[in-house]
């Protein structure tokens, strides 16, 4: 196979050896990263050439109403520098949080990279909606650079190849959209139904989720995508069916209480509260820094990758619901 990833004086792979990431980590990662996807490890090599092609795409990075844990779970990832390999090979031309241009110079990195429209937006954050302030503007809830975060979000989709949210926040509205929802706040799925949209939601989403959407856009375009338009090789099991403490749930074992010696010895977390049965997500089998995940650690999942988590519904695949949690 043709494989010329870290060749020349400014190989990425060069580049990542700079920053402590051997060749040896980098193609580990590239390993995981085909594993998570559920390809054969003869995808590694596809991998390393997706995330250090010349001809990746560009990439505009938006952040609207939400808390920046999504951009977080990538930069306090740890080995092989998660960060690295997403923020600077993936040609990132503009993220709000992270950039070091500002003011004017950052907006003319951000309307050139539109205007030029070879780009993947990738979106963190619900879109404030609501007719507030002084000009009774639409989206006034929300600005950034003096445009509202609809208005640029708007213009970002309508002309990109593809959107990636990032976050339950982006992908179905997230805590700001929680009743009574006075900014009006909806999540990108909802406000741009025609356009190319895959959801990569959790509170946070796990950072391999992203790269591994990421690698197939560009080795393959667009993935598999479920009802609620996430990847199916990320989201097409649910947290209860990968969950080690599901040998107790068969055999009605339930933690009575937190910390108790039960909820210490694995006993399952159902009756005090967890939405691992209603909930579509990878965390138990990647894990966040491939160490740990919510139920490992003892606390039930709060369901947050499905639309409507925030306000304790559960998506049925048709209409939000209440899931009652003493009737299984
Ligand atoms: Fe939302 Fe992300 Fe939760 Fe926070 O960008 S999905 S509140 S982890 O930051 O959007
Ligand atoms: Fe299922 Fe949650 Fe119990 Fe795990 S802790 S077995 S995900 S209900
Ligand atoms: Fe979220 Fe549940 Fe995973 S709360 S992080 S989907 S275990």
Redesign the pocket.
């Known amino acids: 196979m043709k494989f010329s990833v870290g060749h020349g004086k400014d190989g990425a792979v060069e580049r990542l050896e700079k920053r402590g990431v051997s060749r040896r980590d980098f193609m580990k990662f590239c390993g995981t990263v085909a594993a998570v996807m559920g390809m054969g490890p003869a995808f590694a090599p596809k991998v390393a050439e997706a995330l250090t092609s010349d001809n990746r795409p560009d990439v505009v990075w938006l952040h609207n109403a939400e808390c920046t844990g999504c951009s977080e779970s990538i930069l306090r990832t740890v080995e092989p520098y998660i960060d690295a390999l997403i923020l600077d090979y993936i040609s990132l031309n503009y993220h709000e949080t992270l950039m070091a241009a500002a003011g004017h110079a950052a907006e003319k990195a951000l309307w050139d990279t539109v205007a030029a429209g070879k780009y993947v937006a990738v979106i963190e954050g619900g879109v404030p909606t609501a007719v507030a302030g002084i000009a009774n503007e639409p989206g006034a809830h929300g600005k950034v650079g003096g445009h509202t975060m609809l208005e640029t979000t708007t213009k970002v989709v309508n002309k990109a190849m593809a959107t990636i949210t990032y976050g339950t926040c982006a992908s179905y509205g997230g805590v700001q959209k929680a009743a009574p929802n006075p900014t009006a706040t909806k999540g990108i799925d909802e406000l741009y139904p025609d356009k190319a949209i895959i959801n990569v939601p959790g509170c946070p989403p796990n950072p391999f989720s992203l790269v591994g959407t990421i690698v197939h856009f560009v080795t393959k375009g667009i993935p598999e995508l479920d009802n609620l338009r996430r990847p199916v090789a990320f989201y097409g099991e649910t ?2 069916d990968n ?1 080690p ?2 040998e107790t ?1 068969n055999m009605d074992q339930f933690a009575p209480s937190f910390g108790s010696k039960e909820a210490r010895e694995g006993w ?3 009756k005090l509260g ?1 939405r ?2 209603e909930t579509f997500n990878n965390c138990p089998t990647v894990k966040f820094n491939q160490y740990n995940w919510p ?1 490992q650690a003892g606390h ?2 709060i369901g947050c990758s499905q639309p409507g988590f925030w306000d304790g519904e559960d998506w049925d695949g048709e209409t939000y619901m209440y899931a009652d949690l003493t009737d299984f």
């Open positions: 947290v209860h969950c403490r599901q749930f399952c977390l159902r967890c691992g049965v139920v039930p999942c």
